[in-house]
């Protein structure tokens, strides 16, 4: 039997003291509790230590490159494209991939976007995805490099073999509480990102009610910290700070939010998916020297709406089905005439969650037909009786509990009152 250099209960002291860790102690530790010999209850005691005394930023970047090599690594070398990816901390209504990553790979590019399921109020694009029929989202790493080849983008789902410590350290956060922290946050997306192998990569950081992080400076720390620790790992990083306040468009939820990307693609859809689409999109093609790409215009010609066939059908998607549409709905109305003055993401995303659109544990399935869809935003006039949103579920026992949540989540003011957005949709860059 191998000993041990290090004791962990001496490690836990010293971030518990507000003490630092050398390169050599956090490399032992990841290693050591992913292969097992540190107990999960010895590991949240250390989380906790972080998550109150906080990491410097040399032991961040230590974190996260142990994480890194507790797996594998992609390469994508041999494909013969650049490649350029897209990061959203999360958010309610937040389908951006969608429309982004054909519209960014019909440049020719190549977009891996390896992604996740949806823990919480905040969905998740394979959810979303898996409402197409015949769609996959596990692929071998052979067909996602002829995909990135062929059609230049892939949405899957990234596998157990990517930074596996930040798989289990992120299920261990989740049941105790210290999910919410800065250094625990950034080296968890970032050790995913840079063992996915991508050559440049925009985070959408999100701050406001429906975000991980509700304060738009500890948004824009964190958005700091990530770039550098992408930067330093040899990934062209670009941060982009993004209100989430207010649901993202007028659907919330997985089919329909597919069907509003759709329709993004063709073309139309909410302005303010349009916008931060478009944003993102120009960032990740600047990253990669094609910073005049005419990226609203790919949206208009088709172009982008080819890409997305492309990719949904390499990955057994019936691209022209039928989405799944649920057998109940609940249209709530305006009781006056006014103006909608609030409209909270928090809310929305948890209703939606309740009627089904979202699961409490990782193995719950979801249901792809559930979900809300607006009729107004926020700033729009209303008359007495004109429909506010449209709550959809499989299963009518649903709506009490959607409804609850609801409470308090809009409201109806008179003409010339404070709409309350939380400011632009757009809140900066950090480079
Ligand atoms: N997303 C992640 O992948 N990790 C976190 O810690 C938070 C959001």
């Given at each position: 039997?191998?000993?041990?250099?290090?004791?962990?209960?001496?490690?836990?002291?010293?971030?518990?003291?507000?003490?630092?860790?050398?390169?050599?102690?956090?490399?032992?530790?990841?290693?050591?509790?992913?292969?097992?010999?540190?107990?999960?209850?010895?590991?949240?005691?250390?989380?906790?230590?972080?998550?109150?005394?906080?990491?410097?930023?040399?032991?961040?970047?230590?974190?996260?490159?142990?994480?890194?090599?507790?797996?594998?690594?992609?390469?994508?070398?041999?494909?013969?494209?650049?490649?350029?990816?897209?990061?959203?901390?999360?958010?309610?209504?937040?389908?951006?991939?969608?429309?982004?990553?054909?519209?960014?790979?019909?440049?020719?590019?190549?977009?891996?976007?390896?992604?996740?399921?949806?823990?919480?109020?905040?969905?998740?694009?394979?959810?979303?995805?898996?409402?197409?029929?015949?769609?996959?989202?596990?692929?071998?790493?052979?067909?996602?490099?002829?995909?990135?080849?062929?059609?230049?983008?892939?949405?899957?789902?990234?596998?157990?073999?990517?930074?596996?410590?930040?798989?289990?350290?992120?299920?261990?956060?989740?049941?105790?509480?210290?999910?919410?922290?800065?250094?625990?946050?950034?080296?968890?997306?970032?050790?995913?990102?840079?063992?996915?192998?991508?050559?440049?990569?925009?985070?959408?950081?999100?701050?406001?009610?429906?975000?991980?992080?509700?304060?738009?400076?500890?948004?824009?720390?964190?958005?700091?910290?990530?770039?550098?620790?992408?930067?330093?790992?040899?990934?062209?990083?670009?941060?982009?700070?993004?209100?989430?306040?207010?649901?993202?468009?007028?659907?919330?939820?997985?089919?329909?939010?597919?069907?509003?990307?759709?329709?993004?693609?063709?073309?139309?859809?909410?302005?303010?998916?349009?916008?931060?689409?478009?944003?993102?999109?120009?960032?990740?093609?600047?990253?990669?020297?094609?910073?005049?790409?005419?990226?609203?215009?790919?949206?208009?010609?088709?172009?982008?709406?080819?890409?997305?066939?492309?990719?949904?059908?390499?990955?057994?998607?019936?691209?022209?089905?039928?989405?799944p549409?649920a057998r109940e709905t609940h249209?709530?109305?305006?009781?006056?005439?006014?103006?909608?003055?609030?409209?909270?993401?928090?809310?929305?995303?948890?209703?939606a969650w309740r009627l089904g659109a979202g699961?409490?544990?990782?193995?719950d399935p979801v249901d792809h037909a559930a979900g809300?869809?607006?009729?107004?935003?926020?700033?729009?006039?209303?008359?007495?009786?004109?429909?506010?949103?449209?709550m959809h579920t499989n299963d009518a026992a649903r709506f009490d509990r959607a409804?609850?949540?609801?409470?308090?989540?809009?409201?109806?003011?008179?003409?010339?009152?404070?709409?309350?957005?939380?400011?632009?949709?757009?809140?900066?860059?950090?480079?």
């Amino acid at each position: 039997m191998s000993i041990e250099p290090f004791d962990v209960v001496d490690l836990i002291r010293t971030k518990r003291d507000k003490g630092v860790l050398s390169t050599a102690q956090i490399n032992w530790m990841v290693d050591a509790y992913t292969r097992g010999y540190i107990a999960d209850e010895q590991m949240s005691a250390m989380t906790m230590a972080i998550f109150l005394n906080g990491m410097q930023r040399d032991e961040i970047r230590d974190l996260t490159l142990a994480m890194v090599a507790s797996g594998s690594r992609l390469d994508f070398s041999g494909l013969g494209k650049v490649t350029t990816d897209k990061h959203s901390t999360g958010g309610v209504g937040d389908k951006i991939t969608l429309p982004l990553a054909p519209l960014v790979a019909s440049f020719g590019v190549a977009v891996p976007q390896l992604s996740g399921r949806g823990l919480g109020h905040t969905g998740g694009t394979l959810d979303k995805l898996e409402s197409i029929p015949g769609w996959r989202a596990s692929i071998t790493v052979d067909e996602m490099m002829q995909q990135l080849k062929d059609v230049g983008g892939v949405v899957c789902a990234a596998g157990s073999g990517l930074a596996p410590a930040d798989g289990k350290l992120y299920a261990l956060r989740d049941i105790t509480g210290t999910v919410e922290c800065i250094p625990l946050i950034a080296s968890s997306i970032m050790s995913k990102k840079i063992a996915e192998g991508t050559g440049a990569l925009v985070l959408d950081v999100k701050f406001g009610s429906g975000a991980f992080l509700k304060d738009i400076e500890l948004s824009r720390e964190l958005a700091q910290v990530m770039v550098r620790l992408g930067e330093d790992a040899g990934v062209a990083t670009r941060a982009v700070l993004t209100n989430m306040n207010v649901p993202l468009g007028l659907a919330i939820g997985n089919a329909n939010e597919v069907r509003e990307s759709v329709e993004v693609l063709a073309g139309g859809g909410p302005a303010d998916v349009v916008a931060l689409t478009v944003e993102l999109a120009r960032h990740m093609l600047d990253l990669v020297g094609l910073g005049d790409a005419d990226v609203e215009g790919a949206l208009q010609n088709g172009q982008a709406m080819d890409a997305w066939r492309g990719m949904i059908t390499a990955q057994g998607g019936d691209v022209d089905a039928a989405l799944p549409v649920a057998r109940e709905t609940h249209t709530v109305v305006a009781e006056a005439d006014g103006v909608l003055v609030e409209q909270h993401a928090l809310p929305f995303g948890i209703a939606a969650w309740r009627l089904g659109a979202g699961r409490a544990r990782k193995e719950d399935p979801v249901d792809h037909a559930a979900g809300i869809d607006l009729h107004a935003k926020p700033g729009d006039s209303v008359v007495k009786g004109q429909h506010l949103f449209t709550m959809h579920t499989n299963d009518a026992a649903r709506f009490d509990r959607a409804l609850e949540a609801l409470e308090g989540g809009y409201r109806i003011g008179a003409a010339g009152d404070d709409v309350h957005t939380g400011g632009p949709l757009i809140a900066g860059v950090v480079d």
